[in-house]
């Protein structure tokens, strides 16, 4: 017994390792693409449209294989399937930095959705498989520091290295850095129990899982904390370029503080919502509730961003309202790893294919709308209306029991 306890440790402090190592290197081609359109278009001759399908592109691939590689996370283990996408996706940021086409671009681009698609379902199964539900929210939170510590990292980092060895070599620097974290995945992970054993598939079809209101509501809810990730991601530096006329540079320090903020409270409503689940037991009060609150709070951040006039007063309310929806960041998936039981990959998938559409939809119609209205506050409104529904529908829809056998 002591040693099954120390082998999950170990195990759990290996997740926490790769995990966050993988989402900062897969979040930091989000960052690094953002600060190379100028040379990627001068040198494929594109305009913004071009560029924006290459984004759109991205988005699709990831959509398309979420739901899948989640099935695929059940039925065979997370270490092959993790390794497969993660090989495919090193693969392609490596091409993307050699090839001399603007289709083969556009190509890869979506082999790196494809393999970026499985990393969320990926990791949230393994804390499935090897996380007690008692540090599952902890645990997530630590993992998924490297998605805003991307967006700490990589202005600074990357603003120099494309200067300085330009953007096909970055794309290929990136590209080392996933192949030493694939190795790493080789060496390290292991699948729970005996490695020969054949792995029993869940009982009953995956599809029961459409049909559940707490996982439609769950996923609609992260479809809302996907548009505002993705404004973050996307329209940070153009919205304080058009609406406030500020210089680059400038924006650059701005820009770090919504994702430090959401660093701090991501792990602090992570611990909480433990906390309140090894009391409880209850998934409703400790995962959530928690999301219902943060979300809440950040569609009325929101609000007044369509109506304050200085850079500083939208630079607070837009650091808030990121960091609150930051904030329940790992309850999303803790809800999923407490009910889904052998069905967590799928159930994750699901949810990532919410996600995913965000970055498919929302950054193009906001674009649309910026450019129907001259300003960007219908968007703040949308973004806003979006959160609070997906509250809501949390609210009155998400009953998290533990479902029947029949259910997984």
């Known amino acids: 017994m002591s040693e099954m306890r120390t082998t999950s440790r170990r195990m759990m402090w290996t997740i926490i390792t790769l995990v966050m190592l993988l989402c900062l290197v897969n979040y930091l081609d989000r960052v690094v693409i953002s600060f190379a359109i100028e040379p990627i278009r001068t040198e494929f001759g594109i305009d913004n ?9 991205f988005a699709a691939g990831a959509i398309a294989v979420n739901l899948i590689s989640g099935i695929l996370l059940d039925r065979f283990g997370v270490r092959v399937v993790w390794m497969a996408g993660l090989a ?28 970026e698609g499985v990393n969320f379902p990926a990791m949230n199964r393994a804390i499935r498989d090897w996380v007690p539900p008692a540090h599952a929210s902890k645990v997530t939170a630590a993992c998924l520091i490297g998605v805003p510590g991307a967006f700490l990292l990589g202005g600074p980092l990357f603003g120099w290295m494309i200067e300085d060895i330009g953007w096909r070599d970055t794309f290929k620097l990136l590209s080392g850095c996933s192949l030493v974290l694939l190795i790493a995945i080789f060496l390290l992970y292991r699948n729970p129990g ?25 996923s609609w809810s992260f479809f809302g904390f996907g548009a505002i990730l993705y404004f973050g991601l996307t329209w940070i530096p153009g919205f304080f370029e058009q609406t406030y006329d500020l210089k680059l540079s400038t924006i650059g320090w701005f820009a770090t503080l919504p994702w430090a903020l959401a660093v701090v409270l991501m792990q602090l409503v992570a611990w909480a919502s433990d906390e309140m689940h090894r009391r409880t037991g ?20 929101f609000v007044p961003l369509a109506y304050v006039d200085t850079s500083t007063w939208a630079i607070v309310w837009l650091s808030v309202g990121i960091g609150c929806s930051m904030a329940p960041n790992a309850p999303f998936y803790s809800i999923l790893t407490d009910l889904y039981g052998e069905r967590t990959g799928a159930a994750t998938g699901v949810m990532i294919t919410f996600f995913s559409a965000s970055g498919l939809l929302l950054p193009t119609l906001i674009g649309l709308l910026t450019d129907s209205s001259g300003s960007f506050d219908s968007a703040f409104i ?9 509250a809501m529908g949390m609210f009155f829809f998400a009953r998290p029991v533990m479902p029947t056998s029949s259910d997984q």
């Open 88 to 115: 495919l996706w090193t693969a392609a940021m490596f091409m993307l930095g050699m090839v001399e086409y603007w289709w083969l671009f556009l190509v890869f681009r979506i082999a790196l959705g494809l393999g």
């Open 382 to 390: 949308l973004m806003a209306a979006i959160v609070a529904s997906g």
């Open 49 to 57: 449209a071009g560029f924006g399908l290459a984004m759109t592109l």
């Open 194 to 218: 005996v490695a020969s054993a054949p792995r029993t598939p869940p009982a009953g079809s995956w599809l029961v899982l459409l049909k559940n209101p707490t996982l439609l509501a769950t």
């Open 282 to 301: 209850n998934s409703r009060t400790s995962r959530a509730y928690p999301i219902i609150i943060f979300q809440l709070l950040a569609a009325a951040c």
